[in-house]
């Protein structure tokens, strides 16, 4: 029986499965959301050796799947030439010409209408295309991200993420006046574009993040992964990714020599892969650092408290709603914070500074009943708040509205 489904283009920077990080989560509820009603046709780049074999895997929600290898390497020296070009340094990272010739003939071929596409980035690959209607998933505002870099740095390096950021609004305002919708994550990062992109305001919405609480649940009983000893402190995510380790590093060097001062057999682990030097060199202070585990949730079971000391930070964090679902008290810093529908004292901790997040930790990690009470209230409300389902009808609202919104081809 002929399959009635439309045809929709799907384009991710990043393989969507495993959903083993916070945008492949993000990227992968979507995939699963848009084949409910639709024959998928994905485009993506596969930038870990380990993802090729996961390829086949996405044939379950895709009717054709296009997955170029990326080689980090070889995608910074051609983003160079976009400082010839005058163009942000993200775009030809994620260009290549062999997407460009399937998006355009698998466009063609199935007389596709609808698109989305996840990051800004990928949106390059939509401007010819003559659509009903496209999608612009930008999660968080990525310009403002680069600015904020550039505060960061010395120059060189300052003015070169000045620049991108500069060039990559540009970008970013481009493509969001020819798509139908633009996403972001949270209404903090939807304000911040309409503030820099008023001319779209009106075609700006807040699609949050989500978690899976039948998977993320304290109710799964899981063996220790940590030997005997003090009380864990636990920081989950990619460690190959500059706010992680910002984070990491800033907290163990000052804030956790602080929680050791009152608190002498604290212990530290960071749990994620691709460890950069920078953290495998916290093992040096006695932190220790995993690299990839199988399964996250036994670390977050067993930990006693979960920290988020991000101070770079854009949009809601999964590592924070995955904690909260398991039933773990989270001590994050503002920026995680921003969005969250959560208490600051109930539901998790809020700090600013490192003496107020030394202060949370320390105050949590002798109150064991204050703990139990706030992983309690931290798993209410992200049963209450954070449901994928809910959030990704959106996806099918806008999809299904496509006539009102014809694309603006470039």
């Given at each position: ?387 994928w389902q809910a959030h ?12 009102r919104h014809a694309y603006?081809?470039?």
């Open positions: 029986m002929p399959d009635a489904r439309p045809p929709l283009l799907y384009l991710v920077h990043r393989i969507p499965f495993p959903p083993n990080k916070g945008d492949k989560v993000r990227s992968f509820n979507i995939l699963r959301q848009l084949a409910v009603r639709h024959r998928v046709f994905l485009g993506t780049f596969v930038d870990h050796p380990d993802d090729r074999a996961h390829v086949a895997r996405l044939q379950e929600w895709c009717e054709d799947v296009f997955a170029l290898d990326l080689q980090p390497l070889r995608q910074r020296i051609g983003s160079l030439r976009a400082l010839l070009a005058g163009e942000a340094l993200s775009l030809p990272y994620y260009r290549d010409a062999r997407l460009s010739s399937w998006v355009r003939a698998t466009v063609e071929r199935e007389g596709i209408g609808r698109a989305v596409a996840f990051s800004g980035p990928m949106a390059q690959y939509l401007a010819p295309l003559r659509l009903q209607c496209a999608i612009v998933d930008f999660c968080d505002v990525d310009s403002a991200k680069w600015t904020q870099y550039a505060a960061e740095r010395m120059w060189p390096l300052s003015w070169l993420y000045r620049r991108e950021g500069a060039r990559l609004l540009a970008f970013e305002r481009a493509a969001a006046a020819r798509a139908a919708c633009s996403l972001f994550v949270t209404e903090a990062e939807a304000g911040l574009f309409c503030r820099a992109a008023p001319e779209v305001a009106d075609r700006i919405r807040v699609m949050q993040n989500g978690v899976d609480a039948d998977y993320f649940s304290p109710a799964h009983r899981f063996e220790s992964p940590y030997p005997a000893g003090g009380p864990v402190l636990l920081f989950t995510g990619a460690m190959d990714y500059w706010p992680n380790i910002d984070a990491v590093t800033w907290f163990a060097k000052e804030i956790l020599p602080t929680i050791r001062s009152r608190i002498a057999d604290v212990r530290f682990w960071i749990v994620g892969m691709n460890p950069a030097p920078a953290v495998l060199g916290l093992r040096e202070a006695g932190i220790t650092v995993t690299g990839t585990v199988p399964d996250v949730r036994p670390y977050l079971a067993h930990a006693e408290l979960v920290v988020a000391p991000l101070r770079i930070a854009r949009g809601i964090q999964n590592k924070v709603l995955e904690a909260m679902a398991m039933a773990r008290p989270v001590v994050l810093a503002a920026a995680p914070a921003q969005g969250l529908a959560a208490d600051d004292g109930r539901e998790c901790v809020v700090a600013d500074g490192a003496a107020s997040f030394a202060d949370g930790v320390v105050r949590l990690l002798t109150q064991a009943d204050a703990r139990q009470r706030m992983g309690r209230a931290a798993r209410d409300c992200v049963l209450k708040n954070y449901s990704l009808r959106l996806l099918d609202e806008l999809l299904g509205a496509a006539h603006r081809a470039a």
